[in-house]
């Protein structure tokens, strides 16, 4: 027998379709942003923010992203979502790691680590604490004790979410970021160290949390699809070293990013890269130097063909995510903040939502 919330979930599915005619005109095809007019309320605006991978920036100084934080604090996000694996998949890859070949291991280092150690002391498996997280949340006091703060870390370590747990820890005043409360010694280093990180999901998404007062950042990446890569990798490197397919690196999209680490070392400067990199022009230029190329010819063994279906599948994937975190901002804001050859992907997906909007990313860091 259903429970009944599965119950009216099936009777609405049944039922509303009948009538989605008579919305959305008779003849037209199905759009679901043709039901924004019928929003009770504020649409959701997304914000996709592009970036760089800043840990790969040699000699990069996180001091430099001051003037960014201060427009992102401006904007006051409600959920701050970030291109991390979240808890979920995270138990997934593990579940079928011959599957996708020890990538969870690659992608998800400093969580697995957390969940080690978190889980070993707290007695908790990551279904469960991700569980455990859940039910703090929803009873979590206005101004929680440094106790629950450190609680709360560990939970969130144990499930797999490593950037949350960070976040509570540096919400957390310097002297209360000791073990106990399910904090171990070794889980405080971890997160000690995970804080020194050069990774925008810490330099930008914890801090701006942190800045902002929220208690998490929302994981949102996906490679469930990577297990697609393993049939063309061979065949697809062994192409870019001929002459046809080696001319791809020509291209302004990534003869330009070589040249723009030296000037990433003052506020004004890293503005205007963010500036470039999420203008509709930069995304366009984007779009045509790395994914374009994956489909106008011939690859060997369909390489190409395939690289683009799993690149379609972890946007999407990533989107659905970013969907779902959105649920906790109703009528607010969201941002997302993800590599930048993600963002017209996710701008254009996020978009075709029943009540949400693409946000002016160029707007608020003008």
């Given at each position: 027998?259903?429970?009944?919330?599965?119950?009216?979930?099936?009777?609405?599915?049944?039922?509303?379709?009948?009538?989605?005619?008579?919305?959305?005109?008779?003849?037209?095809?199905?759009?679901?942003?043709?039901?924004?007019?019928?929003?009770?309320?504020?649409?959701?605006?997304?914000?996709?923010?592009g970036?760089?991978?800043?840990?790969?920036?040699?000699?990069?100084?996180?001091?430099?992203?001051?003037?960014?934080?201060?427009?992102?604090?401006?904007?006051a996000?409600?959920?701050?979502?970030?291109?991390?694996?979240?808890?979920?998949?995270?138990?997934?890859?593990?579940?079928?790691?011959?599957?996708?070949?020890?990538?969870?291991?690659?992608?998800?280092?400093?969580?697995?680590?957390?969940?080690?150690?978190?889980?070993?002391?707290?007695?908790?498996?990551?279904?469960?604490?991700?569980?455990?997280?859940?039910?703090?949340?929803?009873?979590?006091?206005?101004?929680?004790?440094?106790?629950?703060?450190?609680?709360?870390?560990?939970?969130?370590?144990?499930?797999?979410?490593?950037?949350?747990?960070?976040?509570?820890?540096?919400?957390?005043?310097?002297?209360?970021?000791?073990?106990?409360?399910?904090?171990?010694?070794?889980?405080?280093?971890?997160?000690?160290?995970?804080?020194?990180?050069?990774?925008?999901?810490?330099?930008?998404?914890?801090?701006?949390?942190?800045?902002?007062?929220?208690?998490?950042?929302?994981?949102?990446d996906?490679h469930?699809?990577?297990?697609?890569?393993?049939?063309?990798?061979?065949?697809?490197?062994?192409?870019?070293?001929?002459?046809?397919?080696?001319?791809?690196?020509?291209?302004?999209?990534?003869?330009?990013?070589?040249l723009?680490?030296?000037?990433?070392?003052?506020?004004?400067?890293m503005?205007?890269?963010?500036?470039?990199?999420?203008?509709?022009?930069?995304?366009?230029?984007?779009?045509?130097?790395?994914?374009?190329?994956?489909?106008?010819?011939?690859w060997?063994?369909?390489?190409?063909?395939?690289?683009?279906?799993?690149?379609?599948?972890?946007?999407?994937?990533?989107?659905?995510?970013?969907?779902?975190?959105?649920?906790?901002?109703?009528?607010?804001?969201?941002?997302?903040?993800?590599?930048?050859?993600?963002?017209?992907?996710?701008?254009?997906?996020?978009?075709?939502?029943?009540?949400?909007?693409?946000?002016?990313?160029?707007?608020?860091?003008?």
């Open positions: 027998m259903l429970k009944p919330a599965m119950a009216a979930l099936a009777l609405l599915a049944g039922t509303v379709s009948g009538t989605a005619n008579e919305t959305q005109g008779t003849h037209d095809p199905f759009d679901p942003r043709h039901y924004a007019d019928h929003v009770h309320g504020n649409v959701t605006e997304v914000y996709v923010l970036t760089a991978h800043l840990a790969q920036v040699e000699g990069f100084d996180p001091a430099a992203l001051s003037a960014l934080l201060d427009r992102l604090e401006a904007l996000p409600d959920v701050i979502t970030i291109e991390a694996l979240g808890p979920e998949t995270i138990f997934l890859m593990q579940a079928y790691d011959a599957r996708y070949d020890g990538a969870v291991g690659f992608f998800a280092r400093a969580a697995l680590e957390g969940v080690s150690l978190a889980g070993e002391e707290t007695g908790l498996d990551m279904p469960q604490a991700r569980v455990a997280v859940d039910q703090a949340l929803a009873g979590w006091p206005d101004a929680p004790s440094a106790s629950e703060r450190r609680h709360l870390s560990a939970l969130f370590a144990a499930s797999g979410d490593i950037n949350s747990a960070l976040v509570q820890w540096l919400r957390l005043e310097p002297a209360g970021r000791v073990p106990g409360d399910g904090v171990t010694e070794a889980l405080a280093a971890l997160l000690e160290r995970v804080s020194t990180s050069h990774n925008e999901n810490v330099q930008i998404a914890v801090a701006l949390a942190v800045r902002l007062g929220h208690e998490r950042v929302y994981p949102a996906d469930t699809a990577s297990h697609l890569m393993g049939r063309v990798a061979g065949p697809m490197t062994a192409a870019l070293e001929t002459p046809e397919f080696a001319s791809i690196f020509d291209h302004p999209v990534f003869t330009e990013a070589a723009e680490a030296e000037h990433w070392q003052s506020p004004a400067a503005l205007a890269y963010f500036r470039r990199v999420n203008s509709p022009e930069h995304g366009q230029m984007d779009v045509e130097g790395q994914w374009q190329v994956m489909i106008d010819r011939a060997p063994e369909n390489a190409g063909r395939v690289r683009i279906a799993e690149w379609d599948t972890r946007n999407l994937r990533m989107a659905a995510h970013i969907r779902e975190a959105s649920a906790d901002a109703v009528g607010g804001r969201v941002l997302s903040i993800v590599g930048a050859a993600h963002k017209p992907w996710l701008d254009a997906y996020l978009e075709m939502m029943t009540d949400m909007r693409s946000g002016d990313m160029l707007a608020v860091l003008d």
